[in-house]
């Protein structure tokens, strides 16, 4: 079996070139500059978001404190909702948070270890996702990670092996931010459920480039953020949760926001949660990004999922040819099917070649032996092969040293 050959059997999504998406290039400015393949990281930063922050920064000069009842309040809801039309949700399923550790944080202590006491991740998830519940092995949590056969990829067989009725909950990545690799979330789902368990998804890496349906997918709990395909900066984190779930939901850790009378300011009534998803938010909103997500997330709803999903693959198959005719190692997954806009190339210290290229006003990220690179729909071919010929240029030069 070759690196990133997954066997799975997924329908094969067209690749398709859409360069009407690329009328979107000029509210990128970012793009006039630089080479920027890094939306993994960081998303390009759009006119509408710099539009909004100086909306938000006058409102608050103009208004002071009053801006939170006349404005700010509904900016907040303009978020969630849409938010919750990106992934099918419902507005009263949608919670947001500064982060996805404080995200995480208020999730946690709604699954009951008391009678069930593992929680099963992938070795490819990113770190966050497990720190929460590796914290908790004292208290008698069990972590169980499901390994990767090739660092790019993780059946779903993997998981039933793992899964069983001791699990509370299945913790894993939609998109694998070390591999691009796009996971079969409905099988994984299923797995979880088959045994009681819940599922949460983490999809920092997969919201705003791929297609997604929370009910399709029959997702618990998903978390994402808007500073990478969302294009709305750091700071920001948004959550689901299941409709269903919510009347059960009685977190540990409680905000003021997460009261149903917190505008009363009467501390001395019984406590009583909001009825939805925002029962688990802690204290003030991160407001500067609430407005610089608000004008990424119009920008994916106006150019459609669907359309940057068939572009990205339209880009990405080109970068991994680019980069095969050199005779390079990618580690992304080889189907089209199963790969994100997340390319990785193997190579010696990805860190120095990513300086390099740096300083050639080209931006790509590095992880440990793997230079990222991740074009998004503002990207070109073009685009592909300046860091190809450069990066080509500065292995060669480092043979000649």
């Given at each position: 079996m070759n690196i990133g050959e997954s066997r799975m059997q997924y329908p094969v999504p067209p690749a398709i070139e859409h360069p009407?998406?690329?009328?979107?290039?000029?509210?990128?400015?970012?793009?006039?500059?630089?080479?920027y393949l890094n939306t993994c990281s960081l998303g390009?930063?759009?006119?509408?978001?710099?539009?909004?922050?100086?909306?938000f920064l006058d409102l608050w000069?103009?208004?002071?404190?009053?801006?939170?009842s006349e404005v700010w309040l509904s900016e907040i809801d303009k978020v969630r909702l849409k938010f919750a039309t990106l992934i099918g949700a419902q507005l009263e399923e949608v919670a947001i948070a500064p982060s996805t550790s404080a995200a995480l944080s208020a999730i946690v202590p709604i699954i009951d270890h008391n009678q069930r006491k593992k929680v099963v991740l992938a070795d490819m998830d990113f770190p966050t996702l497990a720190y929460q519940w590796l914290a908790k092995q004292r208290l008698g949590v069990e972590c169980r990670f499901v390994k990767s056969p090739d660092r790019v990829y993780v059946p779903p067989e993997l998981?039933?092996?793992?899964?069983?009725?001791?699990?509370?909950?299945?913790?894993?990545?939609?998109?694998?931010?070390?591999?691009?690799?796009?996971?079969?979330?409905?099988?994984?789902?299923?797995?979880?459920?088959?045994?009681?368990?819940?599922?949460?998804?983490?999809?920092?890496?997969g919201s705003g480039q791929i297609p997604?349906?929370?009910?399709?997918?029959?997702?618990?709990?998903?978390?994402?953020?808007?500073?990478?395909?969302?294009?709305?900066?750091?700071?920001?984190?948004?959550?689901?949760?299941?409709?269903?779930?919510?009347?059960?939901?009685?977190?540990?850790?409680?905000?003021?926001?997460?009261?149903?009378?917190?505008?009363?300011?009467?501390?001395?009534?019984?406590?009583?949660?909001?009825?939805?998803?925002?029962?688990?938010?802690?204290?003030?909103?991160p407001i500067p990004t609430v407005y610089t997500a608000n004008g990424g997330l119009d920008i994916v709803l106006e150019a459609s999922v669907e359309s940057i999903g068939e572009r990205t693959r339209y880009l990405t198959n080109d970068l991994i040819a680019r980069a095969r005719e050199h005779g390079w190692l990618v580690r992304s997954p080889?189907?089209?099917?199963?790969?994100?806009?997340?390319?990785?190339?193997?190579?010696?210290?990805?860190e120095e070649v990513a300086k390099q290229l740096v300083a050639r006003n080209i931006i790509t990220d590095?992880?440990?032996?793997?230079?990222?690179?991740?074009?998004?729909?503002?990207?070109?071919?073009?685009?592909?092969?300046?860091?190809?010929?450069?990066?080509?240029?500065?292995?060669?030069?480092?043979?000649?040293?």
């Open positions: 009407e998406l690329l009328v979107y290039r000029d509210e990128f400015p970012i793009l006039h500059r630089k080479t390009a930063l759009s006119k509408r978001s710099m539009q909004g922050m100086g909306q000069n103009e208004w002071g404190g009053h801006a939170w998981f039933a092996a793992e899964v069983d009725t001791q699990t509370a909950l299945v913790a894993t990545s939609r998109v694998f931010y070390t591999s691009g690799y796009i996971q079969d979330i409905r099988a994984v789902a299923d797995i979880a459920h088959k045994h009681g368990a819940y599922i949460l998804v983490d999809d920092y890496q997604l349906n929370v009910n399709a997918l029959d997702i618990d709990f998903l978390i994402t953020g808007t500073l990478k395909w969302l294009m709305g900066g750091p700071g920001l984190t948004l959550i689901y949760i299941r409709e269903g779930l919510l009347p059960s939901i009685q977190p540990s850790v409680v905000g003021w926001f997460g009261s149903q009378e917190h505008l009363q300011y009467n501390m001395t009534q019984a406590f009583e949660f909001q009825s939805e998803a925002a029962r688990i938010e802690m204290g003030t909103s080889q189907e089209p099917e199963c790969r994100s806009s997340i390319v990785m190339v193997e190579m010696e210290q990805p590095s992880c440990p032996g793997l230079l990222r690179i991740s074009p998004y729909f503002y990207n070109t071919i073009e685009e592909n092969a300046i860091v190809i010929d450069a990066i080509a240029e500065i292995l060669e030069s480092r043979q000649q040293k």
